[in-house]
């Protein structure tokens, strides 16, 4: 089973980026599908992007073609690259993976912020 640490978060400006990362502890990664969510302030947990074990992307109506995520298996990492970010995308960013033989397991999460 992983264990799942977000990093990345932190203040940017309107239109800035930011690079969020997902340290993957534990045996077996490739065989996780990844998930980056996002609890916006008052409102439920979305799914943001989610990378497959084989690598396939999908991403939420309201990031495509600014978010990016991507899985670095050699180093236990998945990435999410958010660019032209907006201030509706303020919200604590956390990442979750699922797996056919195992629990899925949260990470902590990391805040971003995106203000003038």
């Known amino acids: 089973q992983l264990q799942l640490v977000e990093s990345g978060g932190g203040l940017v400006q309107p239109g800035g980026s930011l690079r969020l990362s997902c340290a993957a502890s ?3 990664f490739s065989m ?37 995520i991507s899985r ?10 958010m660019n032209s970010l907006k201030p509706e ?8 993976s699922t797996s056919f033989v195992f629990p899925e397991v949260w990470g902590r999460g990391t805040q971003v912020t995106v203000s003038s």
């Open 72 to 81: 670095d298996n050699a180093k236990h990492m998945v990435y999410l690259q």
């Open 26 to 28: 534990g045996s077996d």
């Open 32 to 68: 996780y599908n990844i998930l980056w969510y996002r609890q916006r302030p008052g409102k439920q947990r979305e799914l943001v992007a989610t990378v497959t074990t084989a690598s396939s992307t999908y991403y939420v109506d309201s990031v495509k073609g600014r978010f990016f």
């Open 89 to 96: 995308d303020t919200a604590v960013y956390y990442c979750k």
